[in-house]
């Protein structure tokens, strides 16, 4: 049988504005901005796994919305999926990243992003306008 990998990563919208964070590691990865998140675990949802995946990497508390764009195919056996999220408490804190930007949609293209998350910046910046 073959079990997919869901990889959560996080939209987090403030006034008109997301969370770009920029890797530290894999040394392959470094330097490369995403929308910060990780791999659920085996029986944990989506929504606990980004819960949970900021406050480790970012210190921030957060409620999870809906999905934004569609799922991305990374390789074989992951998937990125996106959510709006919305920080209820605390500023960016970093652990696993070194730099923040808060991008507006008209912005979303000065930083270089992670493959999958490019997939994503249509559905991204669409959201980013209406809000
Ligand atoms: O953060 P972590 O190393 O757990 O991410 C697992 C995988 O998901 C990595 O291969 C990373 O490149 C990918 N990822 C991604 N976009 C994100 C977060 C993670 O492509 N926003």
Redesign the pocket.
Known sequence: MHENVV?V?AAVIRDGAVLAARRTYPQS?AGKW??????VEPGESDKSALVREMHEELGMAVEVGEQIGDDVA?DVE?I?RVYRVTLLAGEPLLTEHDEVRWLRADQLGEVDW?P??VVVLPALAAALNAN
């Open positions: 990889v990563g990865l995403e929308l910060p998140g990780g791999k990374l992951k990125l992670l999958g998350d």
